[in-house]
């Protein structure tokens, strides 16, 4: 209930407007995102590399309004390879269907995806789809296994929530796919997605086993994504099992979350890999990670306060 008031909270122009004029300015936006620039994104992955983590850069934003927008974003992208590449960080990117049009024209996009997957590809390094929303499943899919044809190794995310995601999984498979699991971040109905955080949970160490399975044949590269410490457990446990080697799978998780649980992994030597968020575009990502720890309104509410009383006590 609280995710839903938080996710109808996020429709309100005077909260949303509060959020994105203070969040990076009293710094309480900066837990989840790396900054507003890519030099300020390199800066926080060096630190990360620096200490052994691998980097999935993304450059936040959704659903652009025009196609020289989209063709803009695609230049980040090809960009923010050359100076990963430039910087000598191991290191990928995750791009967004609809930052690169595919509410405008879903062809153009599967082409700008085609071109940075080529860019990348010309860098040693790939490309990760994420999911969005289910009005764009099906179109993410089909532009994935496009571009996944045209230039192997690339990713995508599937998210456990959904009822659909184990066919989407048999699906791919043929194509030997990165696949990231997830749980999910939208808000879905109950005929597309399991509501009760226990199905969400079931699914997703379900999925584990079926993307552990397909590993050890050699068919997929799982990327298991989530903080949550059971589904972790699962995944170490599921991994040894099987004696799967460790360049055959990772972790990831969200830069800003679990930094505990993100070491003990990387201690433990299995690669965990940090996905680092940046740009302006900041305010959807960031209420998403709003809604998914309702102590973490208390934290923006708690500097929003805090930013009140210092005004008052200055006049
Ligand atoms: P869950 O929400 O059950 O949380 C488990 C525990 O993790 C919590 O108890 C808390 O300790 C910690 N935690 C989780 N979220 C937190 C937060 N925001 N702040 C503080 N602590 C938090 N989704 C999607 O729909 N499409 C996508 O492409 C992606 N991509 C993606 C990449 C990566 C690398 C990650 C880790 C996640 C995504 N997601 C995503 C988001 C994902 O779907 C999901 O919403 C979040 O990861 C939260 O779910 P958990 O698996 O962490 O479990």
Redesign the pocket.
Same mark, same amino acid.
Do not use: T
């Given at each position: 209930m609280i995710r839903n008031f938080i996710f109808w909270l996020s429709t309100k122009k005077g909260v949303t407007n509060a959020i994105a004029k203070r969040g990076m300015r009293y710094g309480f936006a900066r837990r989840?995102i790396a900054g507003e620039t890519l030099e300020e994104a390199l800066e926080a992955s060096g630190d990360l590399a620096r200490s052994g983590y691998p980097i #999935?850069l993304n450059h936040l934003g959704e659903n652009v309004s025009s196609k020289e927008e989209a063709a803009a974003v695609r230049d980040s992208y090809i960009e923010m390879l050359r100076k990963l590449d430039a910087a000598k960080m191991d290191g990928i990117i995750?791009i967004?269907p609809t930052q690169l049009g595919l509410d405008l024209d879903p062809k153009l996009c599967q082409e700008f995806c085609c071109q940075i997957a080529e860019a990348a590809g010309s860098l040693g390094r790939i490309v =990760?789809?994420?999911?969005?929303?289910t009005p764009y499943t099906d179109a993410t899919l089909e532009i994935y296994e496009a571009t996944q044809q045209r230039y192997p190794g690339q990713g995508v !995310?599937i998210?456990?929530?959904l009822r659909r995601s184990e066919r989407d999984i048999e699906r791919l498979i043929a194509l030997r796919p990165k696949i990231?699991l997830?749980?999910? /971040?939208?808000l879905e109905s109950p005929e597309l997605a399991f509501q009760k955080?226990s199905e969400?949970?079931a699914n997703?160490c379900r999925l584990i086993d079926l993307l552990l399975n397909h590993a050890v044949a050699g068919r997929c590269f799982p !990327?298991i !994504?989530?903080?949550?410490? !059971?589904?972790v457990e699962h995944a170490r446990k599921g991994i040894a099992a099987r004696k799967l080697e460790r360049n055959r799978y990772e972790f990831?998780?969200?830069y800003? $979350?679990?930094r505990d649980?993100q070491q003990q992994i990387h201690n433990e030597g299995h690669t965990m890999? $940090?996905?680092v968020p940046f740009g302006t575009e900041w305010l959807p990502y960031f209420m998403?990670?709003?809604? =998914?720890?309702p /102590? #973490?309104l208390w934290f923006i509410l708690r500097n929003l306060v805090a930013e009140n009383s210092r005004k008052r006590n200055a006049s």
């Open positions: 989840f #999935n995750s967004k =990760e789809m994420d999911m969005e929303g !995310a998210q456990s929530y990231r997830v749980k999910g /971040a939208y955080k969400v949970d997703f !990327a !994504a989530s903080h949550d410490p !059971a589904m990831q998780m969200l800003g $979350i679990r649980l890999r $940090i996905y998403r990670r709003v809604s =998914e720890r /102590a #973490n």
